[in-house]
T-cell receptor
């Protein structure tokens, strides 16, 4: 059974204080790892897809990396508007469904 | 504008009542999904459909039903058999059934019980 664990559950940062969110996963074969951002009361917004170990993708202050067991979402010099819940999900090679972690709630204080 | 729409934004259900949540997409996507999100929890899959007139149960299908008569539409009915329906419901779609395609989400429907 696929498993996805995100840590920490919640993270408070000061504006400009860089940090990383972790997503550990267990799948029989990884077809893709997905990062989403979710604001309160809204649907998740797609950020990145990573397909193989060693892959990295960047978007503004966010950078996602992937190893064989985990993914990191690095946030560089965050701003208050980066405050949201960040969700990680995996798709295994034999299926079309995603398995989601419980998310990391990020708060960036001005 | 291409995207996924869900309606209504808020829905109130009375005891013993069936209610239907709407999900429409104009992205020409083959696959569509329904998830349930409870406070502080990740998304849990209710039903998914990879092609018109076909759908599969997810992890928490009991008390729910779906149909897929058109490619663009995937309505979810919350039946009276679902004893704890209060949650945030999210619809998603992806381009290729069974592929590594990204799922894109609608804005969600919050269901509350009166």
């Amino acid at each position: 059974e696929d498993q996805v664990t995100q840590s920490p559950e919640a993270l408070r940062l000061q504006e400009g204080e860089s940090s990383s969110l972790n997503c550990s996963y267990t799948v029989s074969g990884l077809r893709g790892l997905f990062w989403y951002r979710q604001d309160p009361g809204k649907g998740p917004e797609f950020l990145f897809t990573l397909y193989s170990a060693g892959e990295e993708k960047e978007k503004e202050r966010l950078k996602a990396t992937l190893t064989k067991k985990e993914s990191f979402l690095h946030i560089t010099a965050p701003k208050p508007e980066d405050s949201a819940t960040y969700l990680c999900a995996v798709r295994e090679t034999s299926g079309s469904r995603l398995t989601f972690g419980e998310g990391t709630q990020l708060t960036v204080n001005p | 504008d291409g995207g996924i729409t869900q309606s209504p934004k808020y829905l109130f259900r009375k005891e013993g009542q069936n209610v239907t949540l709407s999900c429409e997409q104009n992205l020409n996507h083959d696959a569509m999904y329904w998830y349930r999100q409870d406070p502080g929890q990740g998304l849990r899959l209710i039903y998914y459909s990879q092609i018109v007139n076909d759908f599969q149960k997810g992890d928490i299908a009991e008390g729910y039903s779906v149909s897929r008569e058109k490619k663009e539409s995937f309505p979810l009915t919350v039946t009276s058999a679902q004893k704890n329906p209060t949650a945030f419901y999210l619809c998603a779609s992806s381009g290729l059934a069974g592929g590594g395609e990204t799922q894109y989400f609608g804005p969600g429907t919050r269901l509350l019980v009166l």
